[in-house]
């Protein structure tokens, strides 16, 4: 799912106003149409953004992140990165005093969110937090959004990030995988059809995405069976597409890095 190309509906940060956050914890919801995009942007403090409902995409500097439904993204205090959604999505985003919380990643990650914290966001988002007043909440409300930060703070980063570069070397191997993510091309053809070792691709692929060739073509597929699901698409045509052999070797990599099976996923998305 790339959230670049025309034809999105583009929207601006709504907290782009503030120079540093009214509270400690902010609450915002907002509902993304179809082809809904946030503009790149960054800010002075720590952010976590749930998918309520719908597939998020998020981009950054240094590759796509996909946020299925009931899932969330960590986006540290001045990192570049836009919101896109291609069917529509309700996002609940918790904005964070920097450096509330140090125990997370330093990078944008995608989060695992289990059944308390997702409670927590719900009601949370109810809270009447005013842009340009101070807001006086309960000691109940307060104790919650305390247990929300401690919650927050203890949640499991899933491998979700599709790392991305535009060096000229692997830019003709990342644009055709995406194109054709069924492509078991292999590095000894790239290899011929670059004029480049395999050894020198190799350490490319390490030292410009952080992982090898195997590993991130793996996890393209990933991204676009994720998508595909999303769309509906059942296990079996997304399993074919992506060129797999058999259903069970899918399945297989789907729970290696998901946690869950396909099918699972489409009942609970």
Known sequence: MS?????????????SIFKKLPYPV???AKDLPPRGKVIGHKHDWDQLIYAASGLLAVSCIKGDHLIPSGQAIWIPANQLHSIATINGAKLRSVHLQKGLIDQLAKDITVLKIDSLTRELISK??????SETINSSFTKQQNRLLNVLVDEISQLEEVPLCLPLSNDSLLLPILIWQQK???SNKTLEMWSDELG?????ISRRFKSKLGINFTKWREQLRLHKAIQWLSENRSVTDVSLSLGYESLPAFIQMFKRQT?????KFINTK
């Open 3 to 15: 959230i670049n190309g025309h034809d999105w509906l583009l929207f601006k940060p709504r907290l």
């Open 26 to 28: 902010f609450m915002k």
């Open 124 to 129: 949370a988002s109810y809270f009447s937090f």
């Open 180 to 182: 054709k993510p069924d």
């Open 196 to 200: 480049a070792s395999t050894k020198t």
């Open 259 to 263: 946690g869950t099976t396909p099918g």
